[in-house]
T-cell receptor, first 114, second 113 residues
Framework: AQSVAQPEDQVNVAEGNPLTVKCTYS??????LFWYVQYPNRGLQFLLK??????LVKGSYGFEAEFNKSQTSFHLKKPSALVSDSALYFC????????????FGKGTMLLVSP | KAGVTQTPRYLIKTRGQQVTLSCSPI?????VSWYQQTPGQGLQFLFE???????NKGNFPGRFSGRQFSNSRSEMNVSTLELGDSALYLC????????????FGQGTRLTVV
C-alpha cells in the first residue's frame, strides 16, 4: 500500500519570498507523484507530476517540485510567492499497478501575505 | 475542451434517503474516479471505473456504489444516508494509466440533515 505525508498543516510566507510545501511518500514500487491545488469551493487543479527522469519537475503557474528518492520526498517549490498562490495544496501518489487511483496527503494550506 | 462536469453542485438530503450524483468526464477520457473530501478525513478514494468496469474500490461501505455508462459518464449512488456522509464529492477523469494526471470537477456538496 502507498501513503503520502504532508507534515505541515499550514505554511506562511510573505509575497516575493520563496516557498516550499513538503511531501514525503511511501510506495512499494516506482513512485508516480503529483501535486494538486484547490481553491475555495473548487475542485482540484493539476500542477505537476513526476514519472521518471529529471528530479526537478516544472509545472503550472511557476511551480516546480524536487524528487528525492533517497529521502522519499517530493517537495513543491516556487521561487517567488504571490498572494494569489494562497490555497490548499495536495501531494498524491499513484500505484504502479496500472490503475489511475490517487492516494492523497492531508493537504497543506499555503497563506501568502502581502 | 470542456472540463469535467458534476451535477448537481449542491444537495441537501435527509438521513435515510438516497442520492445520485452525476459526472461527465472530459471527452476521450475512459477513466472516472470518485473521491470524498471531508475536513476530518481529507480526500478519500471511493472507486474507479474504466470502460464501464469498476477497476478499483476504496474502503467504503456497500451503501456507496457507482456505475459508468458507454459514453464514460458516471454516476455514484449513496443509499440510506447518514449524517457522516456530508462531504464534497469529487469526480476525476483521466486517460486511465497510472501516470495519467486526473482532471477534477468542481464537486457536489452533499449535506445530510
Amino acid at each position: 500500500a502507498q501513503s503520502v505525508a504532508q507534515p505541515e498543516d499550514q505554511v506562511n510566507v510573505a509575497e516575493g519570498n520563496p516557498l516550499t510545501v513538503k511531501c514525503t511518500y511511501s510506495v512499494s514500487g516506482n513512485p508516480y507523484l503529483f501535486w494538486y491545488v484547490q481553491y475555495p469551493n473548487r475542485g482540484l487543479q493539476f500542477l505537476l507530476k513526476y514519472i521518471t527522469g529529471d528530479n526537478l519537475v516544472k509545472g503550472s503557474y511557476g511551480f516546480e517540485a524536487e524528487f528525492n528518492k533517497s529521502q522519499t520526498s517530493f517537495h513543491l517549490k516556487k521561487p517567488s510567492a504571490l498572494v494569489s498562490d494562497s490555497a490548499l495544496y495536495f501531494c498524491a501518489v499513484s500505484p504502479g499497478s496500472g490503475y489511475s487511483t490517487l492516494t492523497f496527503g492531508k493537504g497543506t494550506m499555503l497563506l501568502v501575505s502581502p | 475542451k470542456a472540463g469535467v462536469t458534476q451535477t448537481p453542485r449542491y444537495l441537501i438530503k435527509t438521513r435515510g434517503q438516497q442520492v445520485t450524483l452525476s459526472c461527465s468526464p472530459i471527452s476521450g477520457h475512459r477513466s472516472v474516479s470518485w473521491y470524498q473530501q471531508t475536513p476530518g478525513q481529507g480526500l478519500q478514494f471511493l472507486f474507479e471505473y474504466f470502460s464501464e468496469t469498476q477497476r478499483n474500490k476504496g474502503n467504503f461501505p456497500g451503501r456507496f456504489s457507482g456505475r459508468q455508462f458507454s459514453n464514460s459518464r458516471s454516476e455514484m449512488n449513496v443509499s440510506t444516508l447518514e449524517l457522516g456522509d456530508s462531504a464534497l464529492y469529487l469526480c476525476a477523469s483521466s486517460l486511465g494509466g497510472q501516470y495519467s494526471e486526473a482532471f477534477f470537477g468542481q464537486g457536489t456538496r452533499l449535506t445530510v440533515v
